[in-house]
């Protein structure tokens, strides 16, 4: 619990400082993987019908990052959940949380190594019969921890989580968001190494999604935690994650750090993240349009003007999205260029540049 | 003015009136915590051995529910009632009273008591139960920490119904020997045509029950924070 940054800073500093170098630069690991999930496979028979809800699941998230498991409801998310806090066994495969196996240990083991885990619900699921203070000292009564050690502990949980004046309050009486809160605060109380979080924004309203979210990341950084958020929403993945997993139909499809997923035009995760509308205005003048990616400093640099000015050619930008994911500004811009301009120059001279450059058809 | 005159001194009301009301209570007292002691713990076992449960026992939860609590409930109260005579005997020393139908009350509550008791523990939700899990707690914790005080209000209600029932039970059992306000109202007011015991004692049962009722209303509201 000191208060040096993670490792994954360290590594995107260098990634900035070298914006040209392209982002699917690949980085040695300096720290172990934290969460460990290999081949997990879960079938249900559903009467005469055998559903596979997940389909050999394989991901690590490094110690100290923040990674989001993104899908569609039906996509295994659910299931994964239930698999990685072994609520549901999985029929194969292995879940292990600090190289230590979670799958398939017996019942006490199972116990302990679930203390491991923090879990944050999307409903909270707070006991109603219990106070704040109560619901936050629920995991430290199990293990028989001494009330005096409680009470030490709960106010500081509270505190972290900024509900000091409401340890006496029943969740009845607090807001959505104060009760995600508590669950944080609950969730922290073992001293977990992970935090493990279920759609803890999907019935929570935007502004108080970005409180909780913040609040994750800050406990993050504080507790040297690694977080695994599953969620439906891209607009937490943008916020809040340092890497990502694409869960579709029970399986990974893409995987990697923001600015990796975010840098590979064709990729779903890229499209979903800087979205881009599908069809050109009708009314476009004759020429060629190309969708621009770029990240880092250059988001800020005047690579439009740069061609405008070197090509002598008009630049219209007719669509695009700029965004601040994890450290980095990330822009898609879509522009047209009149009919004649020198297409092969202007596009080597965006590569020349790190911009990832995908020619539209030609109007 | 006959009837007030009859209030204050028909013997039925006088002398044999406060012993009845005695009796009653002490009828619903001794089968309402009997009930309780046996009918909740076989509710926490009926939900927790059936499918979907945190421990299923497919045959334990057969016994319990099909044969013993399903049987005991579908048979009518006052056969079941005579035929326990020889079973309170062996077990009170007494085939008549209070002591004796007490007996006969807890068997035939408990079954009652233990589907209240089980219906109230399932309306907890799941999430809370797979929080418990996720936090380390054993079955055990999850049934003393979770379901238990979580349920709590839905318990105290069941009580109630549970208390009310026996009060109207007791009334049949004094029928066949039990005694209290049941028999008092027999003897006094079908036997003898005593309409003025008929009517106060109906006066005192109905008090009796919405007392009953009032009390775990307000103690039900007590423990509920949702």
Redesign the interface.
Same mark, same amino acid.
């Not at chain 1, 699921?125 to 219990?130: A, F, G, Q, T, V």
């Given at each position: 619990m000191n208060g040096s940054s993670p490792p994954r800073l360290r590594r995107n500093r260098s990634t900035v400082i070298e914006y040209s170098v392209p982002l699917f630069f690949l980085i040695a690991k300096d720290t172990p993987p934290l969460i460990t999930v290999t081949d997990l496979r879960k079938v249900y028979q559903q009467g005469e019908r055998t559903v596979v809800a997940l389909d050999g699941v394989s991901l690590h998230v490094d110690a100290g990052r923040i990674h989001g498991i993104i899908g569609h409801s039906g996509a295994g998310k659910s299931t994964l959940v239930r698999c990685l806090?072994l =609520?549901d066994r999985p029929t194969s495969g292995s879940v292990a949380v600090n190289n230590k196996e979670l799958a398939n240990v017996s019942d006490a083991d199972l116990?302990?190594a679930?203390?491991r $885990?923090g *879990?944050v619900?999307q409903?909270a699921?707070? *006991?109603? +019969?219990?106070t704040t203070a109560q619901n936050v000292a629920?995991?430290l009564? =199990? $293990?028989g921890t001494p009330k005096a050690r409680i009470a030490e502990k709960v106010t500081a949980l509270l505190e972290l989580v900024g509900l000091t004046q409401f340890a006496d309050a029943?969740?009845?009486q607090l807001s959505g968001g104060q009760r995600q809160r508590v669950g944080i605060a609950?969730a922290l109380s +073992?001293d977990p190494d992970v935090l493990l979080c279920d759609e803890p924004t999907s019935a929570l309203d935007p502004k108080t999604t970005d409180e909780i979210l913040a609040l994750i990341k800050s406990v993050r950084d504080r507790l040297n935690l690694t977080v695994l958020i599953i969620t439906h929403e891209m607009n937490v993945v943008k916020q809040a994650c340092d890497s990502v997993s694409l869960l579709e139909a029970g399986r990974i499809v893409e995987h990697g750090d923001i600015e990796t997923v975010v840098a590979n035009p064709t990729g779903r995760l890229s499209q979903a993240l800087l979205p881009m509308p599908g069809k050109l205005p009708a009314d476009l003048p004759a020429g060629v349009v190309l969708d621009l990616l770029y990240s880092g400093n250059q988001a800020a640099d005047p690579v439009i003007s740069s061609i405008a000015r070197t090509f002598d050619v008009d630049v219209n930008v007719i669509a695009g999205s700029v965004e601040q994911l994890g450290e980095h500004q990330f822009a898609h811009l879509r522009i047209a260029l009149p009919e004649g301009a020198d297409i092969t120059a202007i596009t080597n001279h965006l590569l020349a540049n790190g911009v990832a450059v995908t020619p539209k058809e030609a109007k | 003015m006959d009837f007030f005159n009859d209030l204050v001194t028909n013997p039925g009301i006088t002398k044999a009136m406060l012993p009845a009301f005695l009796e009653t209570l002490q009828m619903t007292g001794i089968s309402g915590f009997f009930t309780v002691l046996v009918g909740l713990p076989l509710g926490i076992l009926l939900l927790n051995t059936a499918k979907g449960g945190l421990t299923p026992i497919p045959w334990l939860n057969f016994v319990l529910s099909s044969i013993i609590t399903n049987i005991t409930r579908s048979i009518p109260f006052a056969i079941l009632m005579l035929s326990l005579i020889p079973f309170a005997t062996l077990l009170v020393g007494v085939s008549l009273g209070p002591v004796a139908a007490s007996v006969s009350l807890t068997i035939g509550t408990i079954p009652f008591f233990a589907r209240l008791v089980e219906s109230a523990l399932r309306d907890v939700s799941t999430g809370k139960i797979d929080a418990a899990l996720v936090m380390g707690s054993t079955k055990m914790q999850v049934t003393r920490k979770v379901l238990v005080p979580e349920a709590l209000p839905g318990i105290i209600a069941a009580t109630t119904t549970t208390i009310v029932t026996l009060i109207g039970y007791s009334a049949m059992a004094g029928l066949v020997g039990g005694g209290g306000l049941g028999r008092l109202a027999y003897n006094y007011g079908f036997q003898r045509y005593d309409g003025t015991v008929m009517i106060v004692t109906i006066v005192i049962m109905v008090i009796l029950v919405q007392l009953v009722q009032i009390l775990g209303d307000w103690f039900a509201r007590l423990v509920d924070h949702r």
């Open positions: 806090t =609520l116990r302990t679930r203390r $885990i *879990m619900f409903h699921n707070l *006991m109603d +019969s219990r629920f995991p009564e =199990l $293990i029943y969740p009845a609950r +073992s | -």
